[in-house]
């Protein structure tokens, strides 16, 4: 297996047995291949690859070319639109200095936040597990904290048997290849412990789907010029690993995806979509109808057999008619009504209004009031998976903080936009409303509407004051030399000349 470099003098590797030692089980284990295998299904799901899971649901897939129509990429990316298609604003407590502001919004920025938690929700959804980890830079010196986001089917976690959500500890697990200058491949598991307050580093041989036992030092320089130490500190007390469902009951601690439920409600559509295309394909190239006269057999008179399989023919009985060729009027109405029930029962299932399923009306231009009521479910939803990023973000960026020397760390709360368009007409109904009832003041007002600090408003509203006073000094200009009349209140305007 080609040169093999001694480097366990210079990197901190040891082939001796730890408590974390997985050597001589199998892998994948046993109890996490179901699960495994879902995240394999629901990823093609996602990815459109339909065959793959629903094929055989159908029996319309049998006969033509199968057809995916990829609703379930649409539930989940509009959850992800919703949650981080616009940019969360960080919040934090009025005796939080600038410095440390400054310091979180550098890893808020640093790390790419905004586009990593679209990313990440798109993978939750659909597997039903958000892993995120916090480490350090690639290159290990830069003191710099490192936000990460990780496949499911890698996150291997170890429960206590009488709490499910109690964790002892987190592996992340992948298999690693190196081929030999023979040709032949070796397979080993790369796995990262987490443990509260250490991360262990971890390679193995993998023999036959078993594993074969710890790579030696030598192994490690198969892959790694300069490999991870074993063991790495973490935070005292903590895992530098998050775990984010994406939905899940009291009882369970791995979440659930989105598609659960609605795998027959896809292949129902997809065999539907399938099975009519077929038939428009077919009745695209229309069938011969021939006299029964014009068929021969093989044996009379050696006269030559019309090509049945090519020409498609039915035999009728009756003589003397010519061939005429048959079509077909098309009349879709029933198979077209039920894709759309089939639409409803999806939308209904997945709590995704319809409308975002582009398979409903919108009726004409809707007000934020209208369009929230009309996406009611889709927007709970929403909500319900915002709770558990309110946990997990202000963690992360907690330990991001603490990775890096920073021994109080501050406490950061999110400010979430609601994800639809804004309508400022309404906006400005209920801030015009709340000014007339003295509910709100002026600043307040110009900050609801333009957004900004106080200063910002306050400046605006010396500027409104300026414009107001200019408008005063007008009416009191003189018009033609002469003083503008003053109108009594109690003048009908129609008698003043």
Known sequence: MGAL????????????KSDTDISGKEWPPLSERERLKAYADNRDLFDGEHQNVLSGKHNATHEYEYISVNVPKNIVTVVADLLFGEDLALVYDDDVDDGAKEKVDDIWSRNQMQALLFEGALDTGYSG?????????????????????????????????????????????????????????????????????RVLHELYRLVKGKIDGPASPQEWGLFYDTPPDQEQEGIPDEFLLEHVPNFRTAREYKGTSEYKGCEDLFATLNGTVTQIDGILQRHSDPQIAMPVEMWHDQTDGGRKQPD????????????????????????????????????????????????????????????????????????????????????????????????????????????????????????????????????????????????????????????IDEDGGREDAQMERTVQGRQAPTIPVNVNLGDVE
Do not use: C
Not at 5 to 16: E, G
Not at 135 to 161: C, M, V, Y
């Open 308 to 463: 049945i399989a090519r020409l498609r023919a039915f035999a009728i009985d009756q003589a003397g008619t010519k061939p005429e060729y048959i079509t077909w009027d098309g009349k879709l109405t029933d198979n077209l009504a039920f894709m759309d029930t089939t639409m409803q029962q999806i939308a209904l299932v997945s709590e995704t209004a319809p409308q975002l399923l582009s398979r409903g009306e919108w009726g004409g231009d809707l007000s934020g009031r209208a369009l929230k009521i009309l996406l009611i479910r889709t927007l709970a939803k929403v909500r319900r998976k915002r709770r558990y990023y309110d946990a997990m973000i202000p963690r992360l960026l907690e330990k991001a903080q603490l990775m890096e020397g920073v021994t109080e760390p501050i406490k950061v709360r999110l400010d979430w936009p609601d994800g639809l368009p804004d309508d400022i007409l309404e906006r400005v109904e209920v801030v015009d409303r709340r000014l007339a009832n003295g509910t709100e003041s002026q600043k307040g007002a110009i900050k609801t509407l333009d957004g900004g600090t106080d200063e910002q408003a306050e400046a605006k509203i010396n500027e």
């Open 5 to 16: 470099i001694d480097l366990s003098d210079r990197f901190n590797l040891s082939q001796s």
């Open 129 to 197: 597990d958000g892993i995120w980890t916090v480490g350090r830079e690639a290159d290990g010196e830069s003191g710099l904290a490192k936000i990460k986001t990780h496949p499911a089917d890698t996150w291997f976690p170890e429960q206590n048997p009488d709490d499910v959500r109690d964790i002892l500890r987190h592996r992340l697990a992948w298999v690693k290849k190196y081929k030999t200058e023979g040709g032949k491949e070796q397979d080993y598991l790369r796995v990262v412990v987490h443990e509260k307050g």
